[in-house]
């Protein structure tokens, strides 16, 4: 096993040639970050068979193992506490995992319906969580089996987070489930799809936006580069609207809103675009949601500029202190 103290997406393929490495192990967006290199001959030279991990947006997952002839993907779902964890064994593009359709009850999780904004299920008249069919989106729960240590779930040393992460009364009245907090879709066939984290998508315009979805098509549009959506509250309106961050000085705003256009829903197009120095991923090359969602478009506050996007224009107006302030009154409507 090799282990680098820092990762370099410049020299990770010729690292993998240096120590001859047929396996490698990735998290988060570095599989975007390696897509995002220059094409080098090193890039076919290795001779890694096989990459597990974490993260891999369905974007790009045909691209990345066309342009770097990985021939095994093992992309797996999971917390280290939960007890809801499946893995993608055979290459379906995408798919974080698989849950037999056939036999639920040797491996029982499911997905429930749920509120994607604030992660309440839904229930019945029973009072029971409802099921999603294939195609529906809902929360990845596993259920918990008091004295089975592969069903169980211990918590934390908080009490209170404990008790949000069990959902009772699930399959039937009484039982219990770890509630995984992400938002999830099965097919036909039983391939588990990751669509969000619940409290991330947002609704906006009548209509619930991914921003995991919004990122993956924008980032695509921007050759890889950093981005992060997020929504935002704006005076006078119901939901949030969609905001982008993205880090690239010399984009040209007004093709990516026309692209933007022709990829994306109405709804689904960010309201904002701030354009900021850099994007630091967290330790686990994750992308700072929380942080940025907590600044908004504040711009008394904020020295970066920022833009509001005009659709009908195809173009992007420059958020001024005049504009900023239309928007608090309601004058001005997005």
Excluded at 62 to 81: A, H, L, M, N, P
Excluded at 165 to 173: C, G, T
Aim: with cysteine.
């Amino acid at each position: 096993m090799v282990i680098k103290r820092r990762f370099s997406a410049s020299q990770f393929w010729t690292d993998c040639i240096k120590y001859k490495a047929t396996c490698a192990q990735y998290i988060g967006e570095l599989c975007r970050y390696l897509l995002s290199q220059a094409p080098k001959p090193v890039d076919k030279q290795h001779q890694v068979k096989v990459m597990f991990g974490n993260g891999l947006r369905p974007q790009i997952w045909r691209e990345f193992v066309d342009r770097f002839q990985v021939k095994q993907i093992g992309e797996f779902y999971g917390s280290t506490e939960g007890n809801a964890n499946i893995v993608n064994f055979d290459n379906t593009p995408g798919a974080c995992g698989f849950v037999s359709r056939i036999l639920p009850i040797i491996y029982p999780v499911t997905l429930i319906k749920c509120d994607p904004i604030t992660g309440v299920p839904h229930r019945d008249s029973r009072g029971v969580c409802l099921r999603c069919g294939p195609g529906e989106t809902g929360e990845f729960v596993g259920k918990i089996i008091e004295g089975d240590p592969t069903r169980s779930f211990d918590g934390y040393a908080n009490t209170e987070a404990t008790k949000k992460k069990i959902v009772r009364d699930v399959f039937w009245k009484g039982d219990m489930a770890f509630s995984s907090g992400d938002l999830l879709e099965m097919d036909e066939y039983g391939y588990v799809y990751f669509k969000d984290r619940t409290g991330d998508t947002y609704r906006w315009k009548g209509e619930n936006v991914s921003t995991m979805e919004v990122e993956g098509i924008v980032s695509e549009l921007l050759r890889q580069q950093d981005c992060v959506v997020y929504g935002v509250e704006v005076p006078n309106c119901e939901g949030k609207a969609g905001m982008l961050a993205l880090a690239q000085e010399d984009v040209d705003l007004k093709a990516l809103v026309k692209d933007m256009k022709s990829k994306l829903a109405p709804f689904a197009i960010p309201v904002f675009i701030r354009v900021v120095d850099q994007i630091e991923a967290t330790g686990t090359f994750k992308l700072p949601k929380v942080k940025l969602q907590q600044q908004g478009y504040n711009i008394g506050k904020l020295s970066d500029p920022i833009y509001l996007v005009d659709l009908k224009n195809n173009d992007c107006q420059r958020l001024t202190k005049e504009l900023y302030d239309k928007l608090m009154s309601g004058e001005l409507k997005v």
